[in-house]
């Protein structure tokens, strides 16, 4: 940034000029507007006698018969009230598909455009996935309520305090929480009513919408409601398959173009890895073939669609712990008497994993993208999911060995990254995972605390409520060592966190 941005300008403060957004209004849940952005006002005119003056069209007939239930359009009017203190968003003059769009959702779509499409990509670009998905949204109810609704959350869990859940929350965003529950209530009802016609094959802006109900999960609570989508995504995806197959070459489309089997891409790689990541702090299941996806293509992002900045090796190792940690289950169900196949696994496992190379990975992955991520930063953040992903792969070794280990150096060390990695407010979004599975093996206080200290900071850069729900979690942890005698029992695997959570 050459100079300080116009909202750090506006608010009388010192711009940090650390980017756009600079990181004082990522800080404070503002946007960052390097110029004066327009201004909207009632009326015809911004001064003079025709201020404030608004001529009234003359009614119109009702077009077909009246949908909206009563109790939602006194939420969207009053919504609409709300929304006549905040700007109209440029997003909004862009494109003239969505001009008979109500106030209320241009509002939230570019809310989603500035905030959430940053916040869900590791590096935002000009090719970032989840802003393309904007123009499926313009011709697809169930996608279009799906982004509104996932803006409408995030705005009001802004409001919201880390350290305090009955504080009295400002109006504004009482009535955030109101719309986000009526548009995922709509999303709901619009997918519901897509998947029931039979003749739409549009399966990639269909999977769009399960991602973003996910990803509306996460800053709900980010506990069970994604793991429902995600069955359904690959039940979807496996039907999708089948009709293609079963469809005669003569009756096949003529490739659909580049933008739309990206998108299909990107989208399956998404739910892969919130799979491996989501089955890696839930209760064991039967082992599986991972989420349906073509072949080669498992976990296998780009710097420009990555998520997490996760390596795919590394990925692909913590789903290997979580399936070992089934196969245990297994065992022991089983009483068996002889493990040494799973342990040997296990232990191999642990090697490659400690072995891989952080810096080459980084270096490759910074020489393809061509990014302004510096290579020290991104194999730092490799190497802080290498870390947690050993730290990972030992609990499940000791839950089949009902054994203990001293870890307390690789906590160190992982702690140690997170801290560095905090002053990048571009990378430190994506180690809520990491940051978690260090807490589980926090048992002094100072670390604790350290640990605390973090998950507000992430609180404070992402909004999603699971950050909040790790915290409790841990807190919950670090109780049981007052029951030295039960501790290795009940916590020697992630069995003992309880549901399932997306910590991601």
């Given at each position: 940034m050459i100079k300080p941005c116009w909202t750090c300008r506006r608010r009388t403060i010192q711009c940090d000029q650390s980017g756009f957004p600079c990181s004082k209004c990522e800080k404070a849940g503002l946007e960052c507007h390097d110029k004066r952005p327009?201004?909207?006002?009632?009326?015809?005119?911004?001064?003079?006698?025709?201020r404030g003056h608004?001529?009234?069209?003359p009614s119109e007939a009702p077009q077909g018969p009246q949908v909206a239930r009563s109790d939602e359009k006194q939420v969207s009017l009053i919504s609409e009230k709300r929304l006549r203190i905040l700007h109209t968003p440029p997003y909004a003059m862009q494109d003239p598909r969505i001009h008979n769009m109500d106030r209320l959702s241009k509002y939230y779509i570019d809310y989603y455009n500035q905030r959430i499409c940053k916040l869900y990509i590791l590096f935002d670009s000009d090719s970032n996935p989840f802003r393309n998905l904007l123009s499926f949204s313009l011709e697809d109810l169930?996608?279009?309520?799906?982004?509104?609704?996932?803006?409408?959350?995030?705005f009001a869990n802004t409001g919201r305090s880390f350290d305090t859940t009955d504080a009295v929350v400002p109006s504004r965003f009482v009535h955030a929480n109101m719309d986000a529950l009526l548009f995922k209530k709509?999303?709901?009802?619009?997918?519901?009513?897509?998947?029931?016609?039979?003749?739409?094959r549009r399966t990639e802006v269909t999977m769009a919408t399960i991602l973003l109900l996910i990803f509306l999960d996460i800053l709900e609570s980010g506990i069970d409601g994604w793991d429902s989508h995600l069955q359904g995504a690959r039940g979807l995806l496996t039907l999708n398959q089948s009709l293609v197959k079963c469809t005669p070459k003569s009756d096949k489309k003529i490739d659909t173009g580049d933008t739309v089997r990206e998108t299909r891409k990107f989208i399956t790689e998404q739910l892969l890895l919130i799979e491996t990541l989501g089955s890696a702090l839930s209760g064991p299941r039967i082992v599986s073939e991972a989420f349906v996806g073509d072949n080669g293509m498992k976990h296998q992002e780009s710097i420009v669609r990555s998520f997490l900045g996760c390596p795919g090796f590394l990925l692909r190792a913590v789903q290997f712990f979580s399936d070992q940690r089934s196969l245990i289950t297994e065992f022991r169900r089983r009483q068996e008497t002889s493990n040494i196949s799973i342990l040997q696994d296990t232990l191999a496992m642990l090697d490659l994993t400690g072995r891989f190379d952080c810096l080459e990975w980084a270096a490759d992955l910074q020489r393809c993208a061509a990014s302004s991520i510096e290579v020290t930063k991104l194999c730092m953040l490799s190497q802080a999911y290498k870390t947690a992903t050993l730290l990972y792969g030992t609990r499940v070794l000791n839950a089949l060995t009902a054994a203990t280990s001293n870890n307390e150096e690789l906590v160190s060390q992982l702690l140690g990254l997170i801290e560095t990695l905090q002053n990048d407010a571009i990378l430190f979004k994506c180690l809520l995972w990491p940051t978690f599975i260090a807490g589980l093996d926090c048992w002094a206080e100072n670390q604790q605390a350290f640990v605390m200290k973090l998950l507000r900071a992430l609180w404070d850069s992402t909004s999603c409520l699971n950050?909040?729900?790790a915290s409790n979690i841990l807190r919950d942890?670090?109780?049981?060592?007052e029951m030295p005698e039960t501790l290795m029992h009940e916590i020697s695997d992630v069995d003992g966190i309880g549901r399932g959570w997306l910590l991601i």
């Open positions: 327009l201004r909207w006002v009632e009326g015809v005119a911004i001064r003079g006698k025709l608004v001529f009234k069209a169930a996608l279009q309520k799906s982004i509104v609704a996932i803006a409408a959350r995030h709509q999303t709901i009802e619009a997918l519901s009513s897509s998947l029931s016609d039979v003749g739409s950050v909040i729900g942890h670090w109780r049981r060592e």
